[in-house]
């Protein structure tokens, strides 16, 4: 007899960003990883806690400038209800400041948006 085949579990992603096509930009490559998908997308900071409350996502990828507050914060108050959400930042911004104010904030990761793929 034949063992099983067992799918992959799914890495479930959340996207926050106040822009939509940057929502798209970035939807469009994970839906189509089998293993990974976009389970919602929030486009400000208290749409984020609210998504992240009702959806529990195994990782949020958020950007950094949110109109409502910054990322930093929504971090802060996600990590301090749920201490294991792992969370990638995003951000147009590649200062020292910045990248510290993430990483207190408890981000597992700092990406700038102008990151070029070729280095």
Not at 13 to 27: E, K, P, T, Y
Not at 30 to 45: F, H, K, L, S, T
Request: charged residues 20%; glycine residues 6%.
């Amino acid at each position: 007899m034949k063992p099983a085949k067992i799918a992959p579990r799914l890495t479930r992603i959340m996207l926050v960003d106040d822009h939509f096509m940057a929502r798209i930009g970035l939807a469009l490559p994970i839906n189509q990883q089998p293993d990974m998908g976009v389970i919602a997308e929030a486009c400000n900071g208290q749409e984020a806690l609210e998504l992240y409350r009702q959806h529990l996502p195994d990782v949020v990828i958020m950007d950094y400038a949110l109109p409502d507050i910054t990322g930093p914060e929504v971090v802060t108050a996600i990590r301090q209800e749920f201490p294991g959400a792992r969370v990638l930042l995003l951000s147009a911004h590649e200062g020292d400041e910045h990248i510290h104010r993430a990483i207190e904030a408890g981000v597992c990761g700092y990406l700038t948006k102008n990151s070029d793929h070729a280095h």
